[in-house]
């Protein structure tokens, strides 16, 4: 068990902070399945894809715009169905992003 709260032996250790420069509040950010790419997404409309590497450092690869509202939640698919991402939106539409899109292509 880990001690998010800093008191205990075992404490959780930050990893990696990442500026994501959103220009609104962040709602979501989640890993994929290898731990190498963070998605994010913000009431700014917009989902960020950064590659993370193992020195701490990150770069922005991919900057996805398309909903039209606050996006709520992004989910990576399992590598076996390729690169995929899902992302739903106070727009009320779930948009499944593949390959090069979240690649920056």
Known sequence: ?????????????MAVVV?????????????????????????DRT??????????TQTI????AGHEGPVWEVAW????YGTVLASCSYDRKVMVWRGDQTRGG
């Open 1 to 13: 068990k880990l001690d998010y709260h800093g008191s205990g032996p075992e404490r959780a250790e």
């Open 77 to 80: 698919a399992h590598p076996r």
């Open 61 to 64: 690869s991919a900057n996805i």
């Open 19 to 43: 500026d994501t420069a959103h220009e609104d509040q962040i709602h979501d950010a989640k890993l994929d399945y290898y731990g190498n790419r963070l998605a994010t997404c913000s009431s």
């Open 47 to 56: 989902i960020k894809i950064f590659e993370l590497s193992p020195d701490g």
